[in-house]
């Protein structure tokens, strides 16, 4: 593909993208058309678990993906990691825990914000393995 059709390609993508999420204006990122997505298949009083790049807890740019959080959803839990390494990957995340609101309700509760300075792999490694067989019944 030369580049005036892949350029073309991305123009006609990216059209796309704006015509169906709302998270999709100026300078985003996929992680926030994926909370979005995440919102609108969640069934009311659903819950929903994800990790997301921690970015979108403070970027500008993810402005439009925290609204929409906090106006369809009722956050339970934040937890930021910082530079914290979770996973063998070059990035930093968080996750978020949350409840899709019914049509009319508001959110009721308190929302909890874990701010994670360090993380010891060795801990973190023995506390899954602990969990996992506790959940296999070893």
Do not use: W
Request: with cysteine; hydrophobic share 45%; net charge neutral.
């Amino acid at each position: 593909m030369n580049h005036a059709s892949r350029a073309g390609a991305t123009a006609f993508f990216n059209s796309l993208l704006e015509r169906v999420f709302v998270t999709a204006k100026g300078r985003y990122d996929f992680s926030s058309l994926f909370v979005e997505q995440a919102l609108n298949i969640l069934g009311s009083n659903g819950v929903l678990g994800l990790v997301v790049p921690n970015r979108v807890f403070i970027n500008k740019n993810a402005q439009i993906t925290r609204t929409i959080l906090t106006e369809h959803s009722e956050l339970k839990v934040i937890v930021d990691f910082g530079s914290a390494k979770v996973f063998d990957a070059d990035a930093y995340v968080g996750c978020i825990i949350a409840r899709k609101l019914g049509q009319t309700e508001r959110a009721r509760s308190l929302l909890r914000v874990i701010k994670v300075r360090s993380i010891d792999s060795e801990f973190l490694t023995a506390d899954l393995l602990e969990a996992q067989n506790a959940d296999v019944g070893e």
